[in-house]
């Protein structure tokens, strides 16, 4: 079993930055690919960011590429989102997954933590 926790969620004026965190629990952390996906009330949950379990594949949606990086670091079980110049539109909760494959499908992941809020306000 392999369980996600986020955190670094909060409010931050637009053109702030803020850092997520997702920590996976379990010796298994190196197998597994993350995603970062949001999700804003009463709207489907989209792909943000994934990274492979290597680190050396990731993938962004178009509208965070040239702001948001995701990296990981194994030495902590924790993949990151550092979000720049954030935008009012990128106000959702986020959340992290993990699967063997890296992919932007959200459907494709198994595990899932529990979301951390993301407010950026004007």
């Known amino acids: 079993q392999v369980q996600l926790v986020e955190s670094g969620g909060g409010l931050v004026q637009a053109g702030g930055s803020l850092r997520l965190s997702c920590e996976v629990s379990?010796?298994?952390?190196?197998?597994?690919?993350i995603g970062w996906f949001r999700q804003a009330p009463g709207k489907e949950r989209e792909f943000v960011a994934a990274?492979?379990?290597?680190?050396?594949?990731?993938s962004y949606a178009d509208s965070v590429k040239g702001r948001f990086t995701i990296s990981r670091e194994i030495a902590r079980n924790t993949v990151y989102l550092q979000m720049n110049s954030l935008k009012p539109e990128d106000t959702d909760v986020y959340y992290c997954?993990?699967?063997?494959?890296?992919?932007?499908?959200?459907?494709?992941?198994?595990?899932w933590g529990q979301g951390t809020q993301v407010t950026v306000s004007s």
């Open positions: 997954a993990a699967d063997l494959q890296v992919s932007t499908i959200k459907t494709r992941y198994d595990y």
């Open positions: 379990g010796r298994t952390f190196s197998r597994y690919a």
């Open positions: 990274i492979s379990s290597s680190g050396g594949l990731t």
